[in-house]
């Protein structure tokens, strides 16, 4: 089961200003074998550095991940308006590369009604300013963090959500790490693969998010990946991982995950 890999910018500790560095990243990750990077989140500071190495490089992005936060939920209508214009001018700074999903995280994960409905015209707001820049809009499942959130949504209530604008309108990016925290990842790939589009791959010991690299934790990826191709899903495997070393890693470390993950889904065994 050949799958082509790309990775988050995430993994990488250089700032987002630095060219030099990110070419160098960008350089490193194609010689390890990854196909693409996902843009991961730099909600502060100066992203000129990365956007110009992507452009050099040419190295193809598969994602962006959006940076609208909490704050589409909030009471008050200037901080959710304030949270959707941030979202908007972070994406407008990478529309080079539209045509790919937008990441943004689902954050109705409050009791109170009246937030739901927040987040719901927060989202409809930023969907047109997506589509007009030529982006997809995908709504990420949240993670299982009963110490920081009131309620856990489950995948249902995210799918319906993206359901709920129309069709072909938003879609859905699967965190596999954030999925087996809590719910049944088989389960779910069967029901909402057609929404799928883009996913995020890393490892947990199924208690907590942890974004381990695959193989250091008990998620059977191979399985789940195979699981989604077998229900439709075409696109590739986006790897969003941190790993436990300071600063950027080398080519070892690169090396190894891709290797690792070619192994796992060539075979269908991770143990």
């Known amino acids: 089961m050949s799958v082509p890999l790309t990775l988050s ?28 990077v996902e843009v991961g989140m730099y909600p502060q500071g100066d992203v000129s550095g990365i956007i110009r190495a992507l452009q050099k490089s040419r190295v193809p992005v598969v994602a962006v991940h ?14 959710r308006a304030q949270a959707i214009a941030d979202a908007g001018n ?10 790919v999903p937008v990441v943004e995280h689902y954050w109705n994960r409050f009791n109170a009604p009246e937030k739901a409905l927040y987040f719901h015209e927060s989202c409809a707001v930023l969907l047109e300013k997506i589509r007009e820049l030529g982006f997809i809009f995908c709504m990420e499942n949240a993670p299982y963090k009963p ?20 069709e072909n309108r938003m879609f859905m ?49 191979a399985e789940i990946v195979r699981t989604l191709r077998e229900n439709g899903f075409a696109g590739p495997c986006n790897l969003e991982i941190i790993f436990r070393t300071a600063g950027d890693p080398g080519k070892r470390e690169l090396s190894r995950v891709y290797n690792y993950c070619q192994q796992i889904f060539d075979s269908g065994d991770d143990a």
């Open 90 to 99: 972070y994406l407008a700074k990478f529309a080079d590369f539209a045509g």
């Open 173 to 221: 990016t699967l965190d596999l790490n954030h999925v087996n925290l809590n719910e049944d990842p088989f389960e779910v790939c069967r029901r909402h693969a057609s929404m799928i589009r883009h996913i995020h791959i890393s490892d947990n010991h199924g208690i907590r998010e942890e974004h381990l690299p695959p193989g250091e934790g008990v998620i059977p990826l």
């Open 147 to 166: 110490e920081d959130n009131e309620r856990y949504p489950m995948v249902d209530e995210i799918a319906d959500f993206a359901r709920s604008y129309g």
């Open 9 to 36: 910018t995430c993994v990488f500790a250089s700032p987002p200003d630095d060219y030099d560095a990110w070419m160098k990243n960008l350089a490193l990750l194609t010689d390890t074998g990854f196909s693409g």
């Open 66 to 79: 959006g940076i609208m936060g909490g704050g589409s939920c909030s009471d008050d209508p200037g901080i």
